[in-house]
């Protein structure tokens, strides 16, 4: 492997704190070369280079020696604080990581970045022998404001325990940290990085996420195959050859380790239980979803690739070629979130498959908060849900919608994503459903007899049919308000029968108590409406046409007649 990762290239720069735990990386690295456990405990090393000052990190061994009689976290174990004990200035870097990056970075700062893990892998995976030449790897690993030690120990991992010949690079994207706040990411990176010949760091020009910077490290790839990480990693002795090895056997096969979990609090190495692949909700969200007794009967070997209807997204693997054909990620997404379930529609329904490998291991951290939360990243989420939905689910996208209550946002265009399904000649969800996933639910609303979906929106002024809400039967509740391309209270379903409704909610009409809401089913006389060719809403059973008060707030029925008042657009999918 690459490089002499022992030169103190660096240190001038450091903080004292931080030179000591470097000074302590090095001194392990010397004795645990080939990850075997140091005969030497670290408690000694801290003892050899007793600090002057108040050094924050020799205190930190030390109070972990006192709860763990070996090195801290070695072999996947495990790693207490004893917070009451800690002393101010530790107790505040203890309470400052847990905040910056919701994880314990105390902890793994008291951790070996390049400690040995337990071999969770399935026995029989030990007898497997994979052929010496196989594809060659691009490892890819994006991050953002990430904990140094967290990132070093996911590098060398992969650095560590990938045969040489079949890593050709590991590429660092980093997706503009913020290296004032993070000056670890700055210079001390970009040192790190020149002392080993396989690492390569791309910064982005800006923040714009983690579907970008993947895709910017793709570019810069020269491997055959790229292999996606997060940046809290930690591969798993064996990792590669397996993933590389269902590659070679097919191109279009996108395949993913068994994702084991890192613990947030103690960065112990838990393994997940087995057969377990990936699935997701209805609202678009991804989950872990047992493997079906179909599959589990059937399989010749618990070590078999095992079809997997999604990914959770972060840790893959894919031809880059293939990669590069069926047209990586939507551009059009933002920030976070989805590019798992576009990719997973995408390879099954053009004509790859996913699979996870039970051979192949390797460790995420897990956490239960996300530290960049703010409004950008949920409107991206919701947007990249749109957009998924709209390229890829056909009418199911309706179940989608439902779920997250008609409340869509501007998601932009789509047209190329789907000209690129078109080109690609992909499948129909239908088939997905039917052929890759048949254990999942379906809601059983009825969305086959749609007509016009989205908003309905006059011609006289960006004013849109507004229901305030779904069950309230009273006439105020139906009203006109400014379009806000949101969904919600604006989003309508015009159906080939005649409906206007939401749920099971329609709007209905009648002399007496004028226009509102109710529920369809039992009042199909009074919610029976026709759009006719010059886009009218006329309401069958009184004749009479939806029209707007000349002062734009109120709707009210009136005979049919050629005014713009009562030309009404319905159309566009969701928030168009
Ligand atoms: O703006 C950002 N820019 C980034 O580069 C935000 C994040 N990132 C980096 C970040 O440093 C990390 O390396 O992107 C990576 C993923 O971000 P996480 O770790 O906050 O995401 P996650 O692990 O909570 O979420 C999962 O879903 C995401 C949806 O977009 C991504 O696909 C993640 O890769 C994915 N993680 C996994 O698949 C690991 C297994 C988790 C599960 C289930
Ligand atoms: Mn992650």
Redesign the pocket.
């Known amino acids: 492997n690459g490089g002499s990762g022992e030169r103190l290239i660096f240190a001038s720069r450091m903080p004292a704190g931080q030179m000591l735990r470097h000074l302590i990386e090095i001194h392990k690295k010397r004795l645990d070369l080939n990850d075997v456990a140091p005969k030497t405990p670290l408690r000694n090393v801290a003892l050899e280079k007793p600090s002057k000052s108040r050094d924050i990190m020799h205190f930190s061994v030390r109070k972990a020696q006192a709860v763990a009689p070996d090195h801290p976290g070695e072999y996947g174990r495990p790693v207490f604080v004893n917070v009451p004990k800690l002393n101010y200035k530790e107790k505040d870097e203890y309470e400052k990581g847990w905040k910056r990056y919701q994880f314990n970075e105390f902890v793994s700062n008291m951790i070996s970045l390049r400690r040995p893990l337990p071999d969770v892998r399935n026995p029989q995976c030990l007898n497997v022998t994979y052929p010496y030449s196989l594809p060659v790897a691009s490892v890819v690993i994006?991050?953002?404001n990430?904990a140094w030690s967290v990132l070093i120990r996911t590098v060398y991992s992969v650095l560590y325990r990938s045969p040489d010949h079949l890593l050709r690079e590991i590429l660092l994207v980093d997706?503009h940290s913020d290296v004032h706040g993070f000056p670890n990411l700055g210079r001390p990176l970009e040192a790190f990085v020149q002392s080993y010949s396989k690492l390569k760091l791309i910064r982005t020009e800006n923040?714009a996420?983690?579907i970008h910077?993947r895709m910017s490290g793709v570019k810069a790839a020269t491997g055959d195959v790229i292999v996606f990480l997060?940046?809290?990693c930690e591969a798993a002795e064996g990792w590669l050859e397996p993933l590389l090895a269902r590659i070679q056997d097919n191109s279009s096969n996108v395949v993913a380790p068994i994702?084991d979990k890192i613990s947030d609090k103690t960065f112990a190495y838990l393994p997940t239980p087995p057969d377990f692949v990936g699935g997701f909700h209805w609202d678009l969200t991804?989950h872990w979803h047992a493997l079906p007794t179909y599959i589990t009967q059937h399989r010749k070997s618990t070590i078999d690739p095992q079809p997997s209807p999604t990914i959770?997204?972060?840790?893959f693997a894919i031809s880059k070629d293939y990669f590069t054909h069926i047209g990586m990620y939507d551009p059009g997404k933002l920030?976070?979130?989805?590019?798992?379930l576009e990719i997973s529609f995408k390879v099954w329904m053009c004509g790859g498959s996913l699979e996870q490998i039970p051979c192949s291991h390797v460790g995420?951290v897990?956490r239960s908060h996300?530290p960049?939360q703010s409004k950008e990243l949920i409107d991206a989420v919701r947007r990249n849900g749109i957009r998924v939905a709209e390229v890829w689910l056909d009418d199911f996208k309706y179940h989608f919608y439902k779920k997250r209550r008609f409340l869509l946002v501007d998601y932009g265009d789509v047209t190329s994503r789907r000209e690129l399904r078109n080109q690609l000649n992909c499948k129909s969800f239908q088939w997905y459903l039917d052929n890759v996933y048949p254990e999942l639910e379906i809601p059983n609303d009825n969305f086959d007899d749609l007509r016009e979906v989205g908003q309905i929106r006059n011609k006289a002024g960006p004013l849109c049919i507004d229901g305030y809400g779904h069950n309230i039967n009273v006439s105020s509740h139906v009203a006109a308000w400014p379009c806000h391309k949101q969904g919600g209270n604006q989003f309508w379903m015009l159906t080939d029968a005649g409906q206007i409704r939401r749920n099971e909610y329609c709007i209905v009409y009648t002399p007496d108590l004028g226009l509102f809401i109710h529920a369809c089913n039992k009042t199909r006389y009074i919610s029976s409406w026709n759009y006719t060719r010059d886009k009218h809403l006329q309401h069958k059973a009184s004749r009479l046409c939806m029209t707007l008060s000349s002062d734009g707030r109120r709707l009210s029925m009136s005979s049919c007649r050629e005014n713009s008042l009562q030309v009404w657009n319905a159309s566009g999918p969701g928030a168009a």
Request: aromatic share 24%.
């Open positions: 994006i991050f953002y990430e997706d923040h996420g983690l910077a997060d940046s809290h994702i991804f959770a997204g972060g840790l920030y976070w979130g989805l590019e798992n995420h897990f996300s960049y």
